[in-house]
């Protein structure tokens, strides 16, 4: 089954991040704003990925002294899209 969230983001330079999985596959990851290359890779890297796995590893990251971070912000945002299935 097909889920899509447009995720608005707290603590960061990107403004949004885009999300589209297929059952728990992560289909694609689009940031709106930020590091253009950091999230671009963020994004590429966990494309194929399964979503618990996907937030087990970039939940938490910081950015330099942010209590947050593009990462961090599209873990949130996974776990919200989880939230929205049950």
């Known amino acids: 089954m097909k889920k899509t969230i447009s ?4 603590g ?3 403004r949004q991040i885009e999300i589209v ?3 728990d596959t992560i289909e694609r990851v689009q940031f ?3 590091c253009s290359g950091n999230t671009q890779g963020v994004a590429a890297l966990v494309v194929g990925m399964n979503i618990d796995e996907a937030i087990k590893r ?3 990251i910081k950015c330099g002294f942010k209590p947050t971070s593009c990462p961090d912000q599209l873990a949130l945002a996974l776990e919200k899209l989880k939230a929205q299935e049950a």
Do not use: M, R
């Open 7 to 10: 995720y608005t983001t707290q």
């Open 12 to 14: 960061t330079c990107s």
């Open 21 to 23: 999985c297929e059952d």
């Open 32 to 34: 709106l704003g930020g």
């Open 58 to 60: 970039i939940k938490g």
